[in-house]
């Protein structure tokens, strides 16, 4: 049986970019762990019996990071479905994309994080060691820039 998680790509823009910039005023969110090789990845988790998977992302999203689901907005129109194998068994994650309504809204970790970052894209995918990973935020980060 396949290890199934489910969370949420979160992006802010920043004020004080020009229009003409909007591609460069985008941060994303990355939680560093607190286990293991301290990876950053977004906020997700595994899927809780009787729970659907935007019910868990929206979970994991709030026990991760303190955020609220009334504090983003859920992007319509983009979900992504990641698969690679964990200890030899094979995991799905499945990612929404959803914005922060308040730029200076704070993220308050739990104890499975130690730190986290507002990155922009390329730094992003600098700390995004895996290639899927760092495929997602390219696409995203497309997908926000084709939508203006």
Same mark, same amino acid.
């Given at each position: 049986?396949?290890?199934?998680?489910?969370?949420?790509?979160?992006?802010?823009?920043?004020?004080?970019?020009?229009?003409?910039?909007?591609?460069?005023?985008?941060?994303?969110?990355?939680?560093?762990?607190?286990?293991?090789?301290?990876?950053?990845?977004?906020?997700?988790?595994?899927?809780?019996?009787?729970?659907?998977?935007?019910?868990?992302?929206?979970? #994991?999203?709030?026990?991760?990071?303190?955020? +609220? @689901?009334? *504090?983003?907005?859920?992007? /319509?129109?983009?979900? !992504?479905?990641?698969?690679?194998?964990?200890?030899?068994?094979?995991?799905?994650?499945?990612?929404?994309?959803?914005?922060?309504?308040?730029?200076?809204? #704070?993220?308050?970790?739990?104890?499975?994080? +130690? @730190?986290? *970052?507002?990155?922009?894209? /390329?730094?992003?995918? !600098?700390?995004?060691?895996?290639?899927?990973?760092?495929?997602?935020?390219?696409?995203?980060?497309?997908?926000?820039?084709?939508?203006?």
């Amino acid at each position: 049986m396949a290890v199934r998680a489910c969370g949420l790509i979160i992006y802010r823009r920043l004020q004080s970019a020009p229009p003409s910039k909007v591609t460069d005023n985008i941060e994303y969110l990355l939680l560093q762990t607190s286990y293991g090789t301290h990876h950053w990845t977004p906020p997700k988790g595994h899927v809780d019996p009787g729970e659907d998977d935007l019910q868990t992302a929206l979970r #994991e999203t709030q026990e991760e990071a303190g955020l +609220q @689901a009334t *504090q983003l907005t859920l992007i /319509e129109g983009y979900k !992504k479905e990641l698969h690679y194998p964990v200890n030899g068994k094979p995991k799905t994650v499945v990612y929404w994309l959803a914005e922060m309504k308040d730029y200076n809204t #704070e993220i308050k970790l739990s104890e499975e994080h +130690q @730190a986290f *970052q507002w990155l922009k894209l /390329e730094d992003a995918c !600098k700390f995004a060691e895996y290639e899927d990973m760092q495929a997602t935020l390219k696409d995203v980060h497309q997908f926000l820039c084709s939508r203006k």
